[in-house]
């Protein structure tokens, strides 16, 4: 295996499917099997997801709800996604333990490094929920913050494409996938790969990323074996 600590970012949208909103039951049970046959290759997997399917601090604006106050409403949405990808990993057997960056110690533990590090070490899934806890970042920074944090090896995140491409390959049918780029390429290109607060962390500390489709099923098992089944970015 070329990696043996992952963060893996999966955004809000893939959970709802087909849908125009909310979860996806078949999509779930689908990560679950996935995130299960890498959890038993004796990876070790972290996980941070977006609320968008519910709810997106960004959009509030637009509907008379203040800027920090949406932004903490979708805080809250990415804790509800995780609660049921926690479902969806026990369901297949894992052992998993959610994290906030919120309190709510009814649902969920409160964010703590070191034991968060400690659950990885005893095999189980940590997935991170709400943030890190603070307005104005997104789920993507959360992202970087926790994969440094736990000393992760790379970020790998989940999207509907498979890679990251010269133009949008929905709109270009020209559009050529990248497989490696460097952060500063990524940068003068202007490359929409993450926001410039987590990729700025990421190239910082030396975090590689990877970018690929995680709705293939078997994709997740092909990038953490080093296989270029998407683009890295390093």
């Known amino acids: 295996m070329k990696y043996k600590r992952i963060l893996l970012k999966l955004s809000g949208e893939s959970l709802m499917g087909s849908g125009q909103y ?8 689908q990560y679950g099997n996935e995130i299960k046959a890498i959890k038993e290759m ?16 960004v959009q509030a604006e637009g509907s008379g709800i203040e800027r920090v106050q949406g932004d903490y409403m979708g805080m809250l949405a990415t804790v509800i996604n995780g609660m049921a990808l926690q479902s969806a990993l026990e369901k297949v057997g894992l052992y998993t333990r959610l994290m906030s960056g919120i309190k709510m110690e009814q649902v969920c533990e409160p964010f703590i490094r070191r034991r968060a590090i400690r659950h990885l070490e005893k095999g189980r899934i940590v997935i991170f929920g709400a943030g890190i806890g603070n307005p104005y970042f997104t789920t993507d920074s959360t992202a970087s913050l926790r994969a440094i944090e736990i000393q992760a090896d790379v970020v790998l995140k989940g999207t509907r494409v498979d890679g990251v491409y010269t133009a949008d390959p929905e709109k270009d049918p020209t559009a050529t996938r990248y497989s490696e780029l460097s952060f500063q390429e990524a940068y003068e290109k202007n490359l929409n790969i993450m926001d410039m607060t987590a990729f700025t962390l990421c190239q910082e500390n030396n975090l590689p990323i990877i970018v690929f489709d995680m709705n293939k099923p078997g994709n997740l098992m092909k990038i953490v074996k080093g296989d270029n089944a998407g683009t890295l970015i390093n």
């Open 22 to 29: 909310g979860i996806d039951p078949k999509r779930l049970e």
């Open 42 to 57: 004796g990876i070790e997997v972290a996980i941070v997801i977006g609320g968008g399917n519910i709810f997106r601090g």
